[in-house]
């Protein structure tokens, strides 16, 4: 997923509610018919654990040959997480990775010392009507991984742990929570999960992880008394018990968290490092668009075009 910088959140209080240490509501944008809503990093939070970016797609619906095309661009220094609710994306990678994503499954990739992807609408689902909702996250690399090797991982949704709890299903897509482990091979202590609500249905937040939050994709849910709509990202008191209750007419929520890092991110479009220079070493080599020499290089089958640094991108300045 690629870095549009126009979204930014906007953080109100928490209204009085002493477990809630920052509320976020994402502002939406449209981007030519297609929402999305930034949660993180917003001007209040930059992290929750390692969790740096968090954006909901859509819900979007498409007309025969619709569809999103995030053409290719580099990233740095993070992972990143394509988990989708409906419709589907094709990634390709200049690593070699070629793979299609469907709802309930996890997308992984490590772009470490640096990687270059984009994500696509295929060309099967273009002909005809198709659909897309889903969230997108990158987690910041611990400082001693930020170099490491880039590398990619799939899973299927039978392979990622489905907890029951009377009520409220969680599906467990990274790290560990509430005694299980997911598949995804992790670079530290975290948890990710999308977890169903029935009505009435309550759901506790593991108490194991220094970070915790949740993101509300549909219905609502109360928390001591007070609701909470869809499109709400709340990020918990460290040390105290979480559980929400759904609604009368339910709810689905992201449930994300972990260790915080050793300190904070300086980021800068899809760049993402404890150090400037390397971002700066980072930007120079994409706006040098040298693909067969440089560092970076395009998505092995997806050659023909790229998002470049434009003069108002190459204003921005790295964020801290």
Known sequence: MSWNPTLDPDCPEAG?????????????????????????????????????????????????????????????????????????FEHRDSIGTHQMIYPGEVNWMLAGQGVTHSERTSAETRKGRSSLFGIQTWVALPEDREDMAPDFEHHGKEALPLLDYAGAEAR???GTGWGAKSPVTMQSEIFYADVTLAPGAAFPLPDDHEDRGL????????????????????VFRPGDR??????????????????????????????????????????AAWKAEDFSGGPFHLPVGDTEEFIPITPDMDRMKIKL
């Not at 979007?60 to 990233?75: C, K, W």
């Not at 993101?215 to 709340?234: D, H, K, L, N, V």
């Not at 968290?257 to 899809?270: A, C």
Request: charged fraction near 20%; proline fraction near 7%; charge should be negative.
């Open 242 to 283: 979480i559980t929400v209750k759904a609604g009368p007419e339910g709810a689905r929520l992201m449930a994300l968290g972990g260790e915080t890092l050793n300190g904070p991110r300086y980021v800068w479009w899809n760049f993402v490092s404890s150090s400037p220079e390397k971002i700066e070493a980072a930007k």
């Open 172 to 174: 467990l897509i990274l």
């Open 16 to 88: 009085g509610l002493d477990s809630i240490e920052t509320l976020i509501i994402p502002r939406a944008r449209d981007l030519g018919g297609f929402e999305v809503r930034r949660a993180l990093p917003s001007s209040r939070r930059q992290m929750v654990g390692p969790f740096i970016f968090f954006d909901q797609m859509g819900p979007a619906e498409f007309i025969t040959d619709g569809g999103i095309d995030v053409r290719p661009h580099p990233h740095i220094g993070l992972g990143t997480v394509t988990y989708l609710y409906q419709g589907e």
């Open 215 to 234: 993101y509300i994709t549909s219905g609502a849910i109360e928390i001591a008394g007070e609701r909470f709509e869809a499109g709400r990202m709340m």
